[in-house]
């Protein structure tokens, strides 16, 4: 059973800096893509990255690319987040999801096409 456990949500102020981190267990990590959404309230679930299995492919939601960073580490079976220049409207509750089958190709940006998710973690930016 594919286990995602996310950590490392808070409180932060606007232009604050943020590192989530997703555990992962009940299978080989690096085999599979991993990606991070976001839901803010009242909002649908919204793609925000994602990263290839060995880490060297990464791909970035436009309201992100060049403040937020992914990237894993393979031996401890974990992804990361690391949010820099934090705006208010990147408050949400952020999941890390992966996949049940291997895939090549990282430009899974629709929450139908992930498989296994985790509890979630709440980023709050204060203004």
């Known amino acids: 059973q594919v286990q995602l456990v996310e950590s490392g949500g808070g409180l932060v102020q606007d232009g604050g800096s943020l590192r989530l981190s997703c555990a992962a267990s009940g299978r080989t990590f690096s085999t599979y893509p991993m990606g991070w959404f976001r839901q803010a309230p009242g909002k649908e679930r919204e793609f925000a990255a994602a990263?290839?299995?060995?880490?060297?492919?990464?791909y970035y939601a436009d309201s992100v690319k060049g403040r937020f960073t992914i990237s894993r580490d393979n031996i401890k079976n974990t992804v990361y987040l690391q949010m820099n220049s934090l705006k208010p409207e990147d408050t949400a509750i952020y999941y890390c999801?992966?996949?049940?089958?291997?895939?090549?190709?990282?430009?899974?940006?629709?929450?139908?096409?992930?498989?296994?998710w985790g509890q979630g973690t709440q980023v709050t930016v204060s203004s």
């Open positions: 999801a992966t996949k049940r089958y291997y895939s090549p190709n990282i430009y899974f940006t629709r929450s139908y096409e992930y498989d296994y």
């Open positions: 990263i290839s299995g060995s880490g060297s492919s990464t």
